[in-house]
């Protein structure tokens, strides 16, 4: 994608224009908070997710025409990378996203001898065809009769039933693999058909007939190719498993993800097992208004987003927590009028979603651990993690720090003590789980997504680093010394840090540099250096640094987007920078600069800022994600951090 060389921008030529732009933005984000006191801004994925609602309306037969067509208008508006659906704004197709989106058009009416949809369909072929989309697109297609089941894993609802020795097993895989498989292997064990009211087909994104097609699995390797041999042998086996045992496993399955439905938040909280619950539900013989069924759909339901350009999309999952506790930060480091107000009501909303009633799933492997953490979402009582509980206990010790509460002391005392149960081998943290790396199973035939675990990362380690430095309980230092150590050993040669959960090295960097600085690490040791240099040599002509998700599929790309600056990767940089120490270098006056220049005035983002990249991974390669409320509250934060450190 090309994009036009920007002007140069000076730096703040007064402090009264940093404090316009800092009380401009405040106010702006302060009129975004919910009356409750919570933040939940827009998460956005690609296409693939309004997809596959046009998709489960249809297999469903509950199609809401108006919905269909607010979707349709929105997946027809995203077409544009080779005339197919991209993952993420000025990437390359997609073909997986491109057949689901293709097909989704198709259902909701859009002919077939459509410009828009000839184009599409000239890539999709270019590409492979429809028998080369992933694993869960050629689901979605057997389950419309589209291709044959053979084209698909084996994925037998036995799996619920394996032991914890065993290689392949639900507490192996990562929590989002289970909450999406467990309803997903009585789908694929049933097959039940989709009802597709108007028997709309695809055979046309076929490259050779699907019946004659023989090539629908990558073989690559010795493991994979041992696990396509188990898989063969499975299908063959699959008449000799016994009723009863199937039956038990079906009767456990319904039970596993009934139990954990999560009220309107929904299974996992994430769109796709929702989806897979409600069909699951459906094949089981729930009537539409048996409540389980019923609370389902109004969990999908509540993940849709109307524009005010009559189109509509589906969100993947909902971040309020996340939102809520970035937003607060912003705002304590803003000050202002009715920012402390504004900070109260969040602790008022935070505190009484901290889980401490249940043990999740992550408890089979600490089952001595008590719980403390918060979720992501409104509520994901099962799944709690170690990213959002890390940035709660963080703005409650800063709050603490101003007002002694006991009430937050409780909290973080409870939150610290379960992020510590939480260390993996080696000094990590991920995510959910602890030591969740059994690589092998990323090889498996259902895995060709190769996010099926949750193993550690940088940036969650270092989240936590940051929340257990600025407590600075003694009990936590053994754990402590070995994240820091652990975060010293996988920095990359040129300095930076990779980010799982942000993009990219930009993200994983200024996470690793912010969480040293307040561990108390000295900032002045080489290692240290190398990452503050690596963040200046970023920087873009401009002043400000983008970052694109290609450096997923090509590390050289890192810290780089072409020259093309972002808000929040700008943020990023000088929070990095001047956690660092580094407030007075030209770097971060330039880096300021850029933001102030950038600021939104007089517009639907008066105040705030905007870009339509995507600001995340939910999985590297695969699945991307645009957080709306990035462009909000952390631009804000890093001004109101730069007028704070400046103004001595």
């Known amino acids: 994608m090309n994009y036009a060389e920007p002007p140069l921008i000076s730096p703040p030529s007064t402090a009264q224009r940093l404090a316009d732009a800092i009380d401009h933005a405040r106010r702006a984000l302060l009129a975004r908070q919910q009356p409750d006191g919570h933040w939940c801004f827009e998460l956005e994925a690609d296409c693939t997710i309004p997809a596959e609602y046009i998709l489960m309306m249809h297999y469903m037969d509950e199609i809401d025409a108006g919905l269909q067509e607010r979707l349709a208008r ?135 007939p699907p019946d004659e097609e023989r090539d629908y699995f990558v073989k690559t390797g010795f493991i994979n190719r041992a696990f396509l041999a188990l898989d063969w042998i499975g299908r063959r086996a699959e008449p000799l498993i016994p009723p009863a045992i199937r039956r038990r496993a079906m009767k456990k399955a319904e039970s596993w993800f009934i139990e954990r439905l999560n009220g309107d938040s929904g299974l996992g909280a994430i769109f796709p097992a929702m989806v897979n619950a409600y069909e699951a539900m459906d094949m089981l013989g729930y009537p539409p208004g048996h409540p389980d069924r019923a609370i389902c759909l109004k969990a999908i339901q509540r993940l ?14 909902l971040s309020p927590v996340w939102d809520t506790a970035w937003s607060a930060v912003a705002l304590m480091t803003a000050g202002g009028d009715g920012s402390e107000d504004a900070v109260q009501k969040v602790v008022d909303w935070l505190l009484p979603r901290q889980i401490l009633h249940l043990k999740g799933d992550w408890s089979v492997q600490v089952p001595e651990l008590a719980p403390g953490g918060w979720a992501f979402q409104y509520a994901n009582d099962y799944y709690p993690d170690t990213d959002d509980t890390a940035v709660v206990v963080a703005l409650f010790e800063r709050l603490d720090r101003k007002r002694p509460d006991p009430r937050l002391r409780e909290a973080m005392r409870r939150a610290a003590d379960w992020l510590v149960g939480m260390q993996s081998e080696g000094g990590a943290f991920a995510a959910f789980d602890v030591n969740n790396t059994h690589h092998y199973l990323n ?33 936590d230092q053994p754990a402590l010394a070995a994240a820091i150590a652990y975060l010293q050993r ?48 970023k920087q873009n002509a401009d002043g400000g640094w983008g970052e694109t998700n290609d450096t997923y599929l090509d590390p050289s790309l890192a810290g780089s987007f072409g020259g093309l600056s972002t808000p929040y990767s700008t943020a990023w940089a000088l929070l990095g920078l001047m956690a660092a120490g580094e407030v007075h270098g030209d770097a971060v006056a330039r880096g300021a600069a850029w933001l102030l220049a950038q600021q939104h005035k007089g517009d639907e983002h008066d105040g705030l800022w905007d870009h339509p990249s995507y600001t995340a991974p939910g999985f590297p390669r695969m699945f991307y994600l645009r957080y709306h409320g990035y462009n909000a509250y952390f631009p804000l934060w890093a001004l109101a951090r730069y007028r704070q450190l400046t103004a001595h």
């Open 304 to 317: 849709l987003v109307e524009r005010p350009d009559g189109s509509a999309y589906c969100q993947p999952c």
């Open 74 to 208: 929105y997946l027809r508006a995203k077409q544009e990378a080779g005339d197919g659906w991209a993952q993420y704004h000025g990437g390359a197709m997609d073909l997986s996203g491109s057949i689901k989106a293709y097909y989704a058009l198709k259902l909701a009416g859009d002919s077939a001898d459509a410009p828009h949809m000839q184009r599409a369909r000239r890539a999709i072929l270019a590409a492979g065809g429809a028998a080369k989309g992933n694993v869960f697109t050629r689901i979605a297609l057997a389950q419309f009769g589209q291709l044959p089941w053979r084209g698909v894993p084996f994925l037998p609802v036995e799996i619920v039933l394996f032991p914890r020795w065993f290689p392949i097993c639900l507490e192996k895989v990562s929590c989002w693999s289970r909450a999406v498989m467990v309803p997903l292997t009585m789908l694929c064990t049933a097959k039940p058909q989709a009802r597709n009211p108007s028997g709309i087909g695809i055979a046309e994104l076929f490259v050779t």
């Open 443 to 475: 090889l498996i035939p259902f895995a060709d997504h190769g996010a099926l675990l949750d193993p550690p990362t940088e940036d969650v380690t270092a989240r936590v680093v940051l929340a257990l430095g600025l407590l600075g309980r003694e009990s």
């Open 490 to 537: 996988v920095q990359q040669a040129d300095g930076s840090w990779w980010g799982r959960w942000g993009t990219n090295y930009l993200y994983g960097t200024w996470s690793v540099l912010g969480a040293l600085g307040l561990a108390g690490q000295d900032m002045s040791q080489p290692w240290i250096r190398k990452a503050v240099n690596w963040l200046e040599t």
